[in-house]
């Protein structure tokens, strides 16, 4: 398998490659890579207090932006060619990178039509039910900003289901494309749930 090339190594990391590329890791591995990266031990430890509560893959997610915010700080552009050189040198699959630009094809032969219409009220309104602890993650894939949903967690702490239909909502309202395929290609990217309950409220029968 190839790896990225030159100019692809240079590309800014956006928030969903670094989510992408968050949940690849296991937590053990991730701390010796992100150490090597430049983000300092105490750092790395206040990150992991605060975002614990909303699991392992937020808590990489958020340690992976502090470093690009600490890159940008120093007047450095961050990009993917650190990341790499930091995933060879604590012998990691670097082959990651490659993988969080690929997009999963799987639902494209059911994107009809009358999923590309704006998601019903109420499924809107039931599905944080259906969905696990992944508020930051959907809320990435979802292309609300880190910023948005900082706030949404400020909003409704320790409130798993507000949080997820805040960030719905923002979704919604801020979205050019607020459609049911959209969010289903958010949900199958996250892997915690809610996908099936769309699957079943659109009719969307399950590919063999």
Not at 101 to 126: A, G, H, I, W
């Amino acid at each position: 398998m190839l790896g990225l090339d030159t100019t692809e190594l240079k590309t800014i990391p956006s928030n969903k490659h670094l989510v992408r590329l968050a949940s690849k890791f296991g937590i053990t591995l991730f701390g010796e890579f992100i150490i090597h990266m430049g983000l300092e031990t105490q750092e790395y430890c206040n990150i992991q207090h605060q975002y614990e509560a909303n699991g392992v893959n937020s808590i990489m997610f958020m340690a992976l932006v502090k470093w690009m915010k600490d890159m940008e700080a120093k007047l450095k552009r961050p990009s993917l060619k650190p990341i790499r050189a930091a995933l060879i040198a604590v012998n990691l699959n670097h082959h990651f990178l490659c993988q969080i630009f690929r997009e999963d094809t799987s639902l494209n032969d059911v994107s009809e039509s009358r999923l590309q219409s704006p998601v019903d009220d109420d499924v809107l309104t039931e599905l944080p039910k259906h969905i696990g602890n992944c508020v930051i993650h959907l809320g990435i894939e979802l292309g609300l900003t880190v910023e948005d949903i900082e706030a949404t967690m400020y909003n409704y702490p320790k409130d798993m289901y507000s949080q997820i239909a805040s960030v719905l909502q923002i979704w919604r309202t801020s979205s050019q494309t607020p459609t049911v395929f959209a969010l289903m290609k958010a949900l199958q990217h996250v892997k915690s749930g809610g996908l099936s309950y769309l699957c079943q409220k659109y009719n969307v029968c399950a590919q063999d």
